[in-house]
């Protein structure tokens, strides 16, 4: 079995920056893909960025050269670099991973969410 614990979120005005970090406890294996989502009121859950085992990355148009996702395999974390924020990335993020555990086996798990919201 594996957890997520996430931190960083909180209020910054537009055109800061914030830092999202997620790392995975447990007893694991292996992570493959790692990856952040964000919710916000009212619209569905979408991928902001997602970074492979390999190092990888993909970003939601809407984000990108704003936001960088990197990991740290020896921490077991990702993070989720975001600056130039805008009032519309106001949202509940989320990030998750795709562990490989033990007794479990391969399984995607999710972080608790984390709250960023964007002051005009």
């Known amino acids: 079995q594996a957890h997520l614990v996430e931190s960083g979120g909180g209020l910054v005005q537009a055109g800061g920056s914030l830092r999202l970090s997620c790392a995975v406890f447990?007893?694991?294996?292996?992570?493959?893909?790692m990856g952040w989502y964000r919710q916000a009121p009212g619209k569905q859950r979408e991928l902001v960025a997602g970074i492979s085992s390999g190092g990888t990355t993909n970003y939601v148009d809407s984000v990108k050269g704003r936001f960088t996702i990197s990991r740290d395999n020896a921490k077991n974390t990702v993070y989720l670099q975001m600056s130039s924020l805008k009032p519309e990335d106001t949202a509940v993020y989320y990030c998750?991973?795709?562990?490989?555990?033990?007794?479990?086996?391969?399984?995607?798990?999710w972080g608790q969410g984390t709250q960023v919201t964007v002051s005009s």
């Open positions: 998750n991973a795709d562990v490989d555990a033990v007794v479990v086996g391969q399984k995607v798990y």
């Open positions: 447990g007893s694991i294996f292996s992570i493959n893909a």
